[in-house]
């Protein structure tokens, strides 16, 4: 004959191991690196990231980044960039898988 208790932590564990899983699945994936992005562009991260604006809400796709409006807007703060080396630095932080 079981236990009543161990009905009850049976449940537990389960319950347990669920919200662990949907913990896991809203963190969803991660961005690009923007530490080396800006690093490739030659900017400090603060600026990248200011002209990159806000991250899209969860479970929203974001909008591919125009290279130009970057570029422009890295320069305008005073970190002259070409929309060419924001293109190739997007593109190679697309490539890299992350962890």
Do not use: F, N, W
Request: proline content about 10%.
């Amino acid at each position: 004959m079981y236990h009543p208790l161990s009905y009850v932590s049976v449940i537990c564990l389960g319950g347990l191991m669920l919200l662990g899983t949907v913990a896991q699945a809203q963190t969803g994936p991660r961005g690009p690196d923007l530490g080396k992005t800006s690093s490739e562009i030659g900017v400090p991260q603060s600026a990248l990231q200011s002209c990159l604006g806000d991250r899209p809400k969860p479970g929203k796709r974001p909008e591919r980044p125009d290279a130009g409006k970057i570029a422009s807007c890295l320069s305008e703060a005073g970190h002259p960039s070409t929309a060419q080396a924001v293109e190739k630095a997007l593109a190679a932080a697309a490539r890299t898988p992350h962890r």
